[in-house]
């Protein structure tokens, strides 16, 4: 277990350094809080959780409130897989993929995840747009949600992570595009007879 948790580890430097330095900072900050403040704010969960638990099914019979406690510490951590996996799924499918393995998801549903969200979204400017008249907005925010619509399906039935289509994707992405195009030019033109060959 614990070899298998260090060859983890290295996957997960080897793609932090790969992309960057925004993606790079969040993915490190992902990986930090699960395994210190996340990890301990867990377990004291789980243990405040059972104690209750053993308390209410020692004190009070009904079953009314067992559930209610139950359904509050599952929506609890609904709320926070859901945000790690929005934010996680506007970077790129490789990020994703890393981001996925910290937080023990696949990456294919954290691009669902963030796809399902934005359409969400969308529906709310829509409401908004209809709201206040701005009828002229519906066109864009609908083929928006669509697009959204038809990620999260993909994503879905194919099992596999797409890169953010959304402004806060391509802003949050802007450092790994320009590291990738650095890297890219230096490739293509290590030399000067590949520049002058391709000219």
């Known amino acids: 277990m614990k070899e298998e948790n260090i060859l983890l580890e290295d996957k997960i430097q080897k793609q932090i350094a790969e992309t960057g330095i925004i993606s790079k900072e969040i993915i490190r900050f992902y990986n930090y809080s699960e395994r210190t403040f996340l990890k301990k704010i867990h377990l004291f969960i789980d243990e405040a959780y059972k104690r209750l638990e053993k308390g209410i099914?020692?004190?009070i019979e009904p079953k009314?409130?067992?559930?209610?406690?139950?359904?509050s510490f599952k929506i609890g951590k609904y709320l926070e897989d859901g945000?790690?996996?929005y934010v996680g799924g506007m970077f790129f499918k490789e990020d994703q993929e890393t981001i996925g393995?910290?937080?023990?998801?696949?990456?294919w549903q954290i691009t669902a995840t963030n796809?399902?969200?934005e359409t969400a979204y969308a529906g709310v400017l829509a409401l908004g747009a209809?709201?206040?008249g701005t009828i002229g907005l519906l066109a864009p925010i609908a083929i928006y949600g669509?697009?959204?619509i038809a990620k999260s399906g993909v994503s879905i039935a194919q099992k596999k992570a797409f890169a953010s289509i959304s402004i806060a994707g391509l802003t949050l992405?802007?450092?790994t595009y320009i590291k990738r195009f650095q890297k890219h030019f230096k490739e293509t033109y290590s030399e000067p007879t590949q520049f002058y060959h391709r000219l």
Do not use: G
């Open 101 to 107: 393995k910290i937080i023990h998801k696949e990456s």
């Open 57 to 59: 099914d020692a004190h």
């Open 83 to 85: 945000v790690k996996m």
């Open 173 to 175: 992405n802007s450092t």
């Open 130 to 132: 209809i709201t206040t």
């Open 146 to 148: 669509a697009i959204q």
């Open 115 to 117: 796809s399902v969200l």
């Open 64 to 71: 009314i409130l067992r559930t209610i406690i139950k359904k």
